[in-house]
């Protein structure tokens, strides 16, 4: 099992551009979630989603979008990049087990830059 | 006011000793109560997973949740390197677990 994959690493991307975040998981969960972390800030939930086609905003889901093709997907896409998107983005997912931890699996993170 | 307060650090102990990372909250609606550990440029792993008060134990690390005081920690015995990172609490109002609420971390710096 890989577990929760992103791509990519690393992005400088300038104000005004698009671009589009993968998380890919493939340990089957229902459950997946994409937060920004900034320093000292803790995560923040941007969307996430309950099963495939099922999507909902979190906390701070202004200037994002998500989309839940498949149960392995999970992208999040940037239209109009803005110096506040300069964060780190992590993607993560669960299993929906009844009586069960809230464990999220995490992925590395996507280091993005907007200038 | 953040709804979880947490000190950011960096703490920083000798190896083998007894290191407390506390978190406050101000939501008494919380009753599901995490610790996440977070090494350098990785992603967060679940440490500890506790729900409503008292204490839970795993190996060298205790969780400990005071919901009448809303205050958690975490403590680590005899630490060692290995465990120097990032510390985030995390706590829900339900098992349901899709709005996790973070505090900012802290960081932990263990030498040898």
């Known amino acids: 099992n890989a577990g929760v994959t992103q791509t990519p690493k690393f992005r400088i991307l300038k104000i005004g551009q698009s671009m589009t975040l993968q998380c890919t998981q493939d340990?089957?969960?229902?459950?997946m979630y994409w937060y920004r972390q900034d320093p000292g800030m803790g995560l923040k939930l941007i969307y996430y989603?309950?099963?495939?086609?099922?999507?909902d905003k979190g906390e701070v889901p202004n200037g994002y979008n998500v989309s839940r093709s498949t149960t392995e997907d999970f992208p999040l896409r940037l239209e109009l990049a803005a110096p506040s998107q300069t964060s780190v983005y992590f993607c993560?997912?669960?299993?929906?087990?009844?009586?069960?931890?809230?464990?999220?699996?995490f992925g590395p993170g996507t280091r993005l830059t907007v200038l | 006011q953040k709804e979880v307060e947490q000190d950011p650090g960096p703490l920083s102990v000798p190896e083998g000793a007894i290191v407390s990372l506390n978190c406050t909250y101000s939501?008494?609606?919380?009753?599901?109560f995490m610790w996440y550990r977070q090494y350098s440029r990785k992603g967060p792993e679940l440490l500890m997973y506790?729900?409503?008060?008292g204490n839970k134990e795993d190996g060298r690390f205790t969780a400990q949740v005071d919901k009448s005081s809303k205050y958690i920690s975490l403590f680590i015995r005899d630490s060692q390197p290995s465990d120097s990172a990032t510390y985030l609490c995390?706590?829900?109002?339900?098992?349901?677990?899709?709005?996790?609420?973070f505090g900012g971390g802290t960081r932990l710096m263990v030498k040898p």
């Open positions: 993560a997912s669960r299993q929906d087990l009844a009586g069960g931890s809230n464990e999220q699996f």
């Open positions: 939501n008494s609606a919380f009753q599901y």
């Open positions: 340990m089957n969960h229902n459950y």
């Open positions: 506790t729900y409503s008060s």
């Open positions: 989603s309950v099963g495939a086609g099922i999507t």
């Open positions: 995390a706590m829900t109002r339900n098992n349901a677990g899709n709005m996790l609420t």
